[in-house]
């Protein structure tokens, strides 16, 4: 039910409005006030879609009210009323934030088509907001999956330097998830508003890195066509997430630098410093002392990236949050693969906790999205997996007294993604990650 506040010291003005509003539309929930103090009473007490006041109060002015109003009810529109309009109140109230500013008598048929628009905009608000708070809790700790001690170590000091301005490396190897750590540190932060920008250092060369993460101006090279926001200046008052850190050059890092301790950095081919508020979280799989030690990375920087370090761990490190993460990613992938529920076999999980998984965690999604796709059914089974996995494994299957030996693995293998792919011989060859010509000689040897 729409709720719509009428703040009105004329009495008989406000039970006027009321019974307008409920005769157009009776499920509208209708309040009064007469005065500023009763109407902050009232948005203390209840969340309102729309409130219409008044300009002149006995208490106070309408327009100078409405960031009062805001600050109480994010959500609902103010539509201003005044028995004398003039220009100047009327910008002054647009300027603070009114939906819109009418004047009595002359306006009346207008306010009620004002609350319908007013309302598609407060829900509209509302939709938003509520979208915000799933993103928010969608990158938030509590959807980091695994209980294992190592994790929740990890996770209890992200916790704690979250709410703070300090900056963050992260360590650890490749496909740990540093990124989905630093968004969590981003969501649970007083930043968590503002925007989270990450950029993999590594990804670019040193003159695109450069404009990516600093901006540049237009003609300050050879196709700067117009100027360009960096990162940097995209995330003010927010967070940058700079992964692969070590990569990158020892200009760039002066320049970062700077931005640390003076919080300003200049745009390539500006002459004017650009100022910033940034909160930096770092990440590497390098071991950064010795980059330092052998001249590859500043002393100073790695000193103020470095405040607080939090590791975290390779996934051969937490194995017992291995059956977690695949039933995890199992259903994000179900709806997009046309899926339907998924279980997994005791003697395929056991393969998984038994992997090395050098890949860590990025390796282990990959591994399960490959057996859905070649899985006929809702069961992950150890035919599903990549041979190589298969003859890693140290387990022995039960498997009802049938062949087990690799070559029959292999062959069996090869013969059900061949079936998947309807023959597809190229589409064959990327699922079971070998080369096409690989794939015939395995053909021609296992008569296929």
Same mark, same amino acid.
């Given at each position: 039910?729409?709720? !719509? ?20 539309? +009776? @499920?509208? &929930? ?16 209840? %969340? #309102? ?9 006995? *208490? ?10 805001? =600050? ?16 100047? %109140? ?49 990158? /938030?700790? *509590?959807?980091?999956v695994g209980t294992s001690p ?16 300090t900056t963050v490396m992260l ?9 989905? #750590? ?11 508003? $503002? ?120 996934? $051969? ?8 993460? +695949? ?5 994000? %992938? ?7 529920? !998924?279980?997994?076999?005791? @003697? ?5 906790? &038994? ?37 890693? /494994? ?10 087990? @030996? ?18 597809? =011989? ?15 000689? =395995? ?6």
């Open positions: 039910m729409n709720k !719509i506040l009428i703040i009105d010291d004329e009495e008989k003005l406000r039970s006027l409005l009321v019974r307008i509003i409920k005769l157009e539309d +009776a @499920a509208f &929930d209708v309040w009064e006030a007469g005065t500023i103090k009763k109407a902050m009473q009232l948005l203390e007490q209840h %969340d #309102f879609d729309v409130i219409v006041s008044d300009v002149k109060l006995p *208490d106070g002015n309408g327009i100078d009210i409405i960031p009062e109003i805001q =600050k109480r009810q994010q959500i609902a529109e103010t539509i201003l009323m005044t028995a004398y309009g003039n220009i100047a %109140d009327g910008v002054q109230a647009m300027k603070n934030g009114a939906f819109d500013y009418i004047t009595k008598g002359d306006d009346n048929n207008k306010l009620l088509p004002l609350i319908y628009k007013a309302i598609d905009k407060a829900q509209l608000k509302r939709r938003v907001k509520q979208l915000e708070l799933q993103v928010g809790k969608q990158y /938030s700790f *509590d959807q980091i190592v994790l929740l170590e990890a996770i209890d000091l992200g916790r704690k330097v979250a709410s703070t301005d360590l650890g190897e490749t496909g740990t998830g540093k990124e989905v #750590f630093a968004q969590a540190i981003h969501a649970e932060s007083l930043r968590r508003e $503002r925007a989270f920008v990450a950029l993999n250092c590594a990804a670019f060369g040193r003159e695109i890195l450069e404009s990516e993460l600093f901006g540049h101006r237009a003609g300050s090279f050879t196709g700067a066509m117009k100027d360009k926001k960096g990162l940097l200046e995209e995330a003010h008052r927010g967070t940058v997430f700079l992964d692969e850190i070590g990569e990158m050059a020892l200009d760039l890092q002066a320049k970062l630098l700077r931005v640390l301790e003076t919080g300003e950095f200049l745009k390539i081919g500006d002459t004017q410093p650009t100022k910033v508020d940034v909160r930096i979280i770092s990440a590497t799989n390098r071991n950064l002392e010795t980059e330092v030690s052998i001249g590859h990375f500043r002393a100073d920087l790695y000193y103020r990236l470095s405040v607080f370090e939090i590791s975290l761990p390779p996934l $051969r490190d937490r194995r017992t949050d291995i059956p977690l993460l +695949a039933k995890f990613f199992a259903q994000q %992938d179900a709806s997009r693969l046309g899926k339907k529920e !998924i279980n997994f076999s005791p @003697a395929y999980l056991q393969i998984l906790q &038994d992997n090395p998984w050098k890949g860590n965690i990025r390796e282990l999604r990959n591994t399960i999205e490959r057996s859905m796709i070649i899985t006929n059914g809702s069961l992950l089974d150890v035919d599903s997996l990549p041979f190589d996995m298969r003859r890693r /494994s140290a387990e022995i299957i039960d498997t009802g007294g049938a062949d087990y @030996a690799m070559t029959t693995m292999e062959r069996e293998h090869i013969q059900q993604v061949l079936k998947h792919t309807g023959g597809n =011989k190229a589409e064959a060859a990327r699922l079971l990650g070998i080369g096409v010509a690989t794939l015939y000689r =395995k053909i021609d040897e296992y008569k296929l």
